[in-house]
């Protein structure tokens, strides 16, 4: 097991979005890089995709905190909201599920480029491989840097099991984070989801986490 001298975090309703909080491995790595290296992308408009709870959020927020940002939901996105975006050289599209206006978010796409500025989208799903009839706009986005966070590593699984209890203010033994390293689902919301089950039969039973709970 690596150092977890970064640890990625929080599935707890406590949201830290702290850039020492962040636990960075192979499968977030190109995402957390773009964000480090801003303003130094290939591309002035990229994608950030992957699982819900993968980190895409906390990574933009991140982001957002060390260079000032504007931060939009797809409902946001309509013909007064080009006004403001002008004052921002950063955007940040969170949570795009591709539900807006494909004339709307074509010209969202030409305001970045005309204007030089910075687009980050946030999805579960790349937007590549979403759907749409706007030939110009397939143009754009077949023309964006496309940053997928893939599924948890064992080292990554780790750290977010130790940091999520740690901030739930609970002490579990390593060896039974190894336990359920080796046995648990590949996947950021059935570890999310399995962490919460686990920590409910415990205050439940009013037992600290042993091995007959996590079975």
């Known amino acids: 097991m690596s150092e977890l001298n970064q ?6 309703q406590k949201q ?19 964000i ?26 991140i982001f957002k905190k060390k260079n000032k940002a504007l931060e939009l939901s797809e409902d946001e996105i309509n ?3 080009f006004k403001k975006i002008k004052l921002y050289q950063n955007i940040i599209l969170d949570n795009f599920e ?14 970045i480029d005309q204007d030089n500025k910075y687009l980050i989208i946030n999805s579960v799903k790349p937007i590549i491989d979403m759907s749409y009839n706007l030939e110009d706009l397939k143009s754009r986005i077949n023309n964006c840097l496309i940053a997928k966070i893939k599924n948890p590593d064992d080292d990554l699984i780790f750290a977010l099991i130790l940091k999520s209890f740690s901030d739930k203010q ?6 039974l984070i ?6 648990i689902e590949r996947s950021y919301s059935k570890i999310s989801e399995f962490i919460y089950k686990v920590d409910e ?15």
């Open 36 to 61: 480090e290296t801003w303003p130094n992308w290939e591309k002035n408009i990229i994608n950030i995709c992957g699982d819900v709870y993968s980190g895409k959020t906390p990574l933009t927020r």
């Open 7 to 12: 640890l990625l975090l929080n599935f707890n």
């Open 79 to 81: 013909n007064s909201i």
């Open 201 to 215: 039969i415990s205050l439940k039973k009013k037992k600290s986490i042993d091995l007959k709970i996590i079975k």
């Open 178 to 183: 190894d336990y359920i390293v080796k046995r």
């Open 98 to 111: 591709n539900k807006t206006n494909e004339t709307l978010l074509y010209s969202l796409f030409n305001l």
């Open 16 to 34: 830290n979005f702290n850039y020492n909080d962040f636990y960075v491995s192979d499968c977030n790595y190109f995402a957390f890089k773009l």
């Open 170 to 175: 609970i002490n579990i033994d390593k060896k």
